[in-house]
């Protein structure tokens, strides 16, 4: 079964961005939401962006922006057209003879 793949507004829907505050270069030291100190990690997503794309607080789960929602959501369909690229090589090999 072909797995449809998000576009990166779907993917950045699915984030759940609460805020539109950002921080660019470091977390908030304080978790806005949870107000627990160091909470805040940056969380790398694999083929989107070399680097910290965004924020998460691994004590509530909130996720903050480090970028515009612009910017993004840019990033974030890179790892869309990652999908797509996959489930073309399944096509291929659906393709090859046996
Ligand atoms: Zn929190």
Redo the contacts with the bound molecule.
Sequence with gaps: MVQESKTGLELFEDLDFKGTKKWKKEPPGT??????AG??NGIEILGAYDGTLFWE??????RMLRFTKETTVKHLSKTANLFIDLEGLDTIWEQVPN
């Design positions: 978790c806005p939401y949870c107000l627990f909470s805040v607080c691994k004590k509530c789960g909130e």
